[in-house]
C-alpha cells in the first residue's frame, strides 16, 4: 500500500514590494495616542462617561441643585401661603380633556364636604369648575432670595382657583411649593455640612498620615472614639444642646457644624492610609531632599494626587448627612419652623394617622430618596473614575 | 490567645475613659440645669419650692463644683454602679434605666442576627450569580432600604402589619398582656411587636453587609486554589464551601463594630416612632429637659454597648483567625 503524499504547490513570493517604515511598529493609532497624551483629569471623565447611571445622576443633582437657585420662581405657592378653605385637601390630578374637548392642562375646582359621621374632611372633584392652568404668570408674592420683591412664577393656578399637586398639609399649605423650598435647605445641609467635614479629615488625616509616630496614634485613638458612639444619639445630644433662643438661621449653620464634627472620621482615614502609601513614593522623597516644607509637599505634591479619591469619598457621605438632618428635624431636635427642610415637612406625618389618612404627607420622602440614590450612585461612579490608570 | 486578649482589653480602658469625657461634656453643654429650669417653673406657677430638698440635691450631685470635680465624681459614681440621679422621674438613674438598657440590648442582638441571616444568603447567591438580573434586583432593593429614612418606613410597616395581622399599633405588646405574668401568648406578642423594628432597623445595615460579603466571596473565587479545586474536579457546591465561603465569612464578625454604632442608632429613631420602652424615646425626653444624668447613662450605656460588642467580636475573630490570634494585629 502507498500512501499518497500530495504534490506540494510552490511557495507564493511573500516579500511585500511595498517600501517598509521600521516605525510603523511602535506607531499609536490616533485613539490610542490619544488616550496616552489626555490630562489626568480629562481619563476620569472618559471613565466616569461610561458609568451610564453615575451619569444620569449626576444630571439628576445639577438639575436639583439649579433649581434651588430659582426655588421661588418654580414654586406655584409661597412658602407659608396658606389657603384656610382647603385644609389637608389631597392631591389634584391634571387632566387634559373635559367632556372629550381638549382644554389643555387643566384642574377641577374642589368641593368641599365635611363628613359628620367620622368628622373627615372630604374632597370631591368638581366637573363644573374647570380651573386651567397658567404659565408663566404673576401669583403671590415673594421676596427673591430676600433681596427683590416679585410675583413671577412659572405655574400658577386659575384666578381665583387652586393648584396641589401634591395636596396641602394642615393648615392648607400646598406641599409641592413647600417641597421645592425644602430643597434649598436640605440640599444645603449636606454641602455644608460635607466642607466642615473635608477641612477637619483633610486637616488631621494629613497630619495623622504625613507625621505618622506619636500624632498619628492620638488621632487614631480619637477617631476609634468617636466612632464607637453611636451617630444619632450623639447628633440627638449635641443638637439638643443648642440654645433654644438662637434663631432659626443659627441653629441651621449649628446643626450643620454638628453633622460635620462627627462626620470627618471616614474622611481621615482615607487621607491618612492615602498619604501613608504616597510618602514612600520617590517624587516625594526628591521634594524632601531639595528641602521643600512639610506644607509646601503635602499641598503641591501630595494632595492633588489624591485628591479625586478624597472627593469620591465625600461625595458618598453627603447622604448621611441629609439623612441625618432628616431624622434630627422629625424628631424635633433639628431645624426649626420657619426654617423649612424635607426633614421638618416629614415630622408633621409622626403618627400612624398621616399613613391611613393623609398619605400626601409623606411625600417629601420622594426627593430625600432620590437625592440619597443619586449621591450613591454619582459617588460610586466618581469612585470608579478616581483612579484612572488602573483597568 | 491570652496576651491578646490581655492587650485587647487594655487598649479599651482609655477609649471609654474618652468616651466617658467626652458624654460628660456634651450634657453638661446647654446653658443651665434641670433644677434651675425647674425652680423657674415652679416659682412662675406660683407654688412652693421644697429649698432643702433642691439644696439637698445641689450638694448631693455637685451641681456648683467646678467641671473637673464634677466629671470626676460622676465618673466614680460610675465605676460603683451610682449613675446619678435622673431629676424628672425623681428616682436614681439605676432604677429608670434598668429594664430599657436590657431591651436596647435584647433589640440590637435580633436585628443583628436578622441581619446575618438575610444577609448570608443573598450576598452568597449575588456573588456566585454575578450581574444576574437576580444579583441587580437585589442590590437595587439594597440600595433602596439604605435610602429610606427608617422612621417613615417603619410608620408604614406599622400600618400594614396592623391591616394584614392586626397587630396592635405600637408598644412591645398587645395592650392586654401589660403587668400580665409572662406566658406563651405574652412572648408571642412581644415577638410580633419586635418583628417590625428589627426589620426596619436591619434594612440598612443589611445593604452593606450583603455589599461587603459579595465583594469577598469574589475576591476568593477568583484566587488560583478555587480554579484548582475546580480542575481537580470538585463538585462546585463543595468548592464553594469548604475554603471560599469560609474565608469571606470574616466580615460577618469583623464588621459588628461598625453595624452596631449604626443598629443602635437606627434603634433610637425608630423606638421613638413605634413608642417601644427602649432607651430611644427616654433618651429623647431626658434631652430635651436637660434631665443630665439620664441622659448621660444612656449615652454612656449605648456607646459601652458597642466597644463591648467590637470587644467581642474581636475575640470571636481572634479565635476563628489565626491570623490575628498571632500577629496581635489590628482588625478590621
Excluded at chain 1, 492610609?273 to 504616597?278: G, N
Excluded at chain 2, 467581642?312 to 496581635?328: E, F, N, Q, V, W
Aim: net charge neutral; charged share 15%; aromatic share 10%.
Amino acid at each position: 500500500m502507498t500512501i499518497r503524499v500530495p504534490a506540494r504547490e510552490p511557495v507564493p513570493h511573500i516579500v511585500s514590494p511595498e517600501p517598509f517604515d521600521p516605525y510603523s511598529v511602535e506607531a499609536m493609532t490616533p485613539r490610542q495616542e490619544r488616550y496616552y497624551q489626555a490630562s489626568q483629569w480629562r481619563l476620569m471623565w472618559w471613565r466616569f462617561r461610561r458609568h451610564k447611571i453615575a451619569v444620569v445622576s449626576a444630571v439628576v443633582l445639577l438639575l436639583l441643585y439649579a433649581s434651588v437657585l430659582v426655588s421661588e420662581i418654580l414654586a406655584p405657592y409661597g412658602l407659608e401661603s396658606r389657603n384656610p378653605g382647603f385644609l389637608l385637601a389631597p392631591p389634584q390630578q391634571v387632566h387634559l380633556f373635559h367632556d372629550g374637548r381638549l382644554v389643555g392642562p387643566f384642574v377641577y375646582g374642589l368641593n368641599y364636604a365635611l363628613n359628620m359621621e367620622n368628622l373627615r374632611r372630604e374632597y370631591t372633584d368638581d366637573p363644573a369648575s374647570v380651573q386651567p392652568l397658567r404659565f408663566f404668570c404673576r401669583g403671590d408674592r415673594y421676596s427673591f432670595w430676600g433681596l427683590v420683591d416679585s410675583d413671577f412664577h412659572v405655574i400658577c393656578p386659575a384666578q381665583g382657583g387652586t393648584l396641589f399637586l401634591l395636596g396641602t398639609d394642615r393648615l392648607g399649605r400646598d406641599m409641592l411649593s413647600r417641597i421645592i423650598y425644602g430643597t434649598r435647605i436640605s440640599l444645603t445641609v449636606g454641602l455644608l455640612g460635607i466642607t466642615i467635614s473635608l477641612l477637619l479629615g483633610m486637616t488631621l488625616g494629613g497630619i495623622a498620615g504625613y507625621y505618622g509616630g506619636k500624632a498619628d496614634m492620638l488621632i487614631q485613638r480619637l477617631i476609634e472614639v468617636l466612632r464607637s458612639f453611636p451617630e444619632l444619639p450623639l447628633w440627638m445630644a449635641l443638637s439638643a444642646a443648642l440654645p433654644v433662643d438662637w434663631s432659626p438661621i443659627v441653629i441651621y449653620f449649628g446643626i450643620t457644624i454638628i453633622l460635620g464634627l462627627l462626620d470627618w472620621t471616614g474622611l481621615a482615614r482615607a487621607v491618612r492610609s492615602k498619604l501613608l502609601a504616597l510618602r514612600e513614593e520617590d517624587f516625594c522623597a526628591a521634594a524632601m531632599l531639595m528641602g521643600a516644607s512639610p506644607q509646601r509637599i503635602i499641598r503641591r505634591h501630595l494632595l492633588p494626587s489624591f485628591m479625586s479619591h478624597i472627593i469620591a469619598s465625600a461625595t458618598l457621605s453627603i447622604p448621611s448627612m441629609i439623612l441625618g438632618e432628616t431624622a434630627l428635624s422629625f424628631l424635633g431636635l433639628g431645624l426649626r419652623p420657619p426654617i423649612t427642610s424635607w426633614g421638618v415637612l416629614l415630622s408633621e406625618s409622626q403618627n400612624i394617622n398621616v399613613v391611613v389618612l393623609y398619605p400626601w404627607l409623606m411625600l417629601p420622602v420622594v426627593p430625600v430618596m432620590v437625592v440619597v440614590l443619586a449621591f450613591n450612585f454619582f459617588g460610586d461612579g466618581l469612585r470608579d473614575a478616581a483612579d484612572p490608570y488602573s483597568h | 490567645m491570652l496576651d491578646y486578649l490581655v492587650r485587647r482589653i487594655l487598649v479599651m480602658i482609655p477609649t471609654l475613659i474618652a468616651i466617658s469625657l467626652i458624654t460628660f461634656t456634651i450634657i453638661q453643654l446647654p446653658p443651665g440645669d434641670y433644677l434651675t429650669t425647674h425652680i423657674e417653673e415652679l416659682r412662675s406657677q406660683g407654688e412652693a419650692v421644697d429649698q432643702s430638698k433642691i439644696d439637698f440635691l445641689r450638694q448631693q450631685y455637685g451641681l456648683d463644683l467646678p467641671f473637673h470635680e464634677k466629671y470626676l465624681s460622676w465618673a466614680w459614681g460610675f465605676l460603683h454602679g451610682d449613675f446619678g440621679y435622673s431629676f424628672e422621674y425623681n428616682l436614681p438613674v439605676s432604677a429608670v434605666v434598668g429594664d430599657r438598657l436590657m431591651l436596647s440590648m435584647i433589640l440590637s442582638f435580633a436585628t443583628v442576627v436578622f441581619t446575618w441571616v438575610v444577609a448570608f444568603p443573598i450576598g452568597v447567591y449575588s456573588a456566585t450569580h454575578r450581574y444576574s438580573a437576580a444579583d441587580h434586583t437585589l442590590t437595587f432593593l439594597g440600595f433602596l432600604g439604605l435610602a429610606t429614612p427608617n422612621f417613615l418606613f417603619a410608620l408604614v410597616l406599622l400600618y400594614f402589619t396592623n391591616v394584614l395581622f392586626g397587630t396592635s399599633v405600637g408598644g412591645l405588646m398587645d395592650p392586654k398582656y401589660i403587668g400580665q405574668p409572662w406566658s406563651l401568648g405574652k412572648f408571642g406578642s412581644v415577638v410580633e411587636h419586635l418583628l417590625v423594628p428589627v426589620i426596619v432597623i436591619g434594612t440598612s445595615g443589611t445593604a452593606g453587609m450583603i455589599r461587603r460579603l459579595r465583594a469577598n466571596l469574589l475576591d476568593e473565587l477568583n484566587k488560583l486554589y478555587v480554579t484548582t479545586a475546580r480542575a481537580k474536579g470538585l463538585p462546585p457546591g463543595r468548592a464553594l464551601i469548604k475554603y471560599p465561603l469560609r474565608m469571606a465569612l470574616n466580615p460577618f464578625i469583623a464588621d459588628i463594630g461598625n453595624l452596631l454604632p449604626q443598629i443602635v442608632s437606627g434603634a433610637a429613631i425608630v423606638s421613638v416612632v413605634l413608642s417601644l420602652p427602649t432607651t430611644g424615646p427616654m433618651l429623647l425626653s431626658a434631652l430635651q429637659s436637660q434631665d443630665m444624668y439620664l441622659a448621660g447613662s444612656f449615652l454612656m450605656f449605648l456607646a459601652m454597648l458597642t466597644v463591648i460588642g467590637v470587644l467581642l467580636s474581636d475575640i470571636a475573630l481572634a479565635m476563628l483567625d489565626p491570623r490575628i490570634r498571632l500577629h496581635g494585629g489590628v482588625t478590621r
